[in-house]
């Protein structure tokens, strides 16, 4: 390498071969190259003359080729925002997006002292509900062993201690317990749609992604499992496709729920979709 590559020319560098690939090229850059030399970017940006050095060059190149081949920016960095809290994320589990800040938006309108999240992943919605209800219990579960070790992990770093992790397929580690609350998003994009190959999604869990039944499948285990699992007035909010809101809705009604609504996303698209569990009483 040049001894003479400053901090800036080494960051215009990453803009430029990230430019091709990444609609987020100057961000992407940034944070990669705060992560090959440990300078914030108020520290770099008071000193953009300072040479780069040659271990973090070769550190950020070592990124910068990766990021180019189309690795996600959290895999690399091994963590993401979500809400107001970051969380360590690996290609076990699925990187946080701001739509599923929706969900726990809509969970959080109704206090509730015993919650359960199916398909928890990193974690971040169970951490982001008990960070908000400190005193309720949360449990939450995944099928996926190795994602139950980056929300234990998660659940260290934030210091919660209110929540249990359960290894199993959605509700078979719970037992006949009954919550308040029920949240999940579970996969709901189809076998034949395309956004699983496509961007940053290549690199995550298929599982997590992709469901049966036009991506339907997992939102209907979830919805007809709820009323065993829900007390009187509990509620149950999963997130969904922009297309499917209709469908879950349909379902929330065939499974006997009452007060169905749905919450939309920043972009306008439905995106979260619940009811309120009554015991079925309107045959």
Same mark, same amino acid.
């Given at each position: 390498?040049?001894?003479?590559?400053?901090?800036?020319?080494?960051?215009?560098?990453?803009?430029?071969?990230?430019?091709?690939?990444?609609?987020?090229?100057?961000?992407?850059?940034?944070?990669?190259?705060?992560?090959?030399?440990?300078?914030?970017?108020?520290?770099?940006?008071?000193?953009?003359?300072?040479?780069?050095?040659?271990?973090?060059?070769?550190r950020y190149?070592?990124? *910068?080729?990766?990021?180019?081949?189309?690795?996600?920016?959290?895999?690399?960095?091994?963590?993401?925002?979500?809400?107001?809290?970051?969380?360590?994320?690996?290609?076990?589990?699925?990187?946080?997006?701001?739509?599923t800040e929706h969900?726990?938006?809509?969970?959080?309108?109704?206090?509730?002292?015993?919650?359960?999240?199916?398909?928890?992943?990193?974690?971040?919605?169970?951490?982001?509900?008990?960070?908000?209800?400190? #005193?309720?219990?949360?449990?939450?579960?995944?099928?996926?062993?190795?994602?139950?070790?980056?929300?234990?992990?998660?659940?260290?770093?934030?210091?919660?201690?209110?929540?249990?992790?359960?290894?199993?397929?959605?509700?078979?580690?719970?037992?006949?317990?009954?919550?308040?609350?029920?949240?999940?998003?579970?996969?709901?994009?189809?076998?034949?749609?395309?956004?699983?190959?496509?961007?940053?999604?290549?690199?995550?869990?298929?599982?997590?992604?992709?469901?049966?039944?036009?991506? *339907?499948?997992?939102?209907?285990?979830?919805?007809?499992?709820?009323?065993?699992?829900?007390?009187?007035?509990?509620?149950?909010?999963?997130? #969904?496709?922009?297309?499917?809101?209709?469908?879950?809705?349909?379902?929330?009604?065939?499974?006997?729920?009452?007060?169905?609504?749905?919450?939309?996303?920043?972009?306008? #698209?439905?995106?979260?979709?619940?009811?309120?569990?009554?015991?079925?009483? #309107?045959?």
């Amino acid at each position: 390498m040049t001894p003479a590559i400053s901090l800036a020319e080494a960051q215009q560098r990453g803009r430029q071969l990230l430019g091709a690939v990444s609609d987020s090229a100057a961000v992407d850059a940034d944070w990669l190259l705060a992560a090959a030399t440990g300078q914030s970017a108020a520290k770099r940006r008071a000193r953009p003359e300072q040479p780069i050095t040659e271990a973090a060059w070769r550190r950020y190149q070592g990124l *910068l080729q990766r990021r180019y081949r189309g690795e996600p920016v959290a895999y690399l960095l091994g963590r993401c925002g979500f809400m107001d809290f970051e969380v360590v994320v690996t290609p076990a589990v699925l990187i946080p997006r701001p739509e599923t800040e929706h969900l726990v938006e809509a969970a959080l309108e109704q206090p509730a002292a015993r919650v359960l999240e199916l398909g928890t992943g990193s974690g971040c919605i169970a951490m982001a509900l008990a960070r908000a209800w400190p #005193h309720a219990r949360i449990d939450a579960t995944d099928r996926s062993a190795e994602a139950l070790t980056v929300a234990t992990q998660n659940a260290a770093l934030l210091g919660v201690e209110t929540l249990q992790l359960r290894l199993g397929d959605w509700y078979a580690p719970i037992g006949s317990a009954r919550y308040d609350l029920i949240v999940a998003n579970p996969p709901y994009i189809g076998p034949s749609e395309p956004e699983p190959d496509q961007g940053d999604a290549r690199f995550e869990p298929r599982a997590a992604l992709r469901a049966d039944a036009d991506g *339907l499948a997992a939102l209907q285990t979830i919805i007809d499992g709820a009323p065993a699992h829900l007390e009187h007035a509990g509620r149950l909010w999963v997130e #969904h496709g922009h297309t499917q809101g209709a469908a879950v809705r349909a379902r929330l009604a065939a499974a006997r729920f009452e007060a169905i609504e749905t919450r939309h996303d920043l972009a306008g #698209h439905e995106r979260v979709s619940g009811g309120q569990w009554n015991g079925g009483r #309107h045959e």
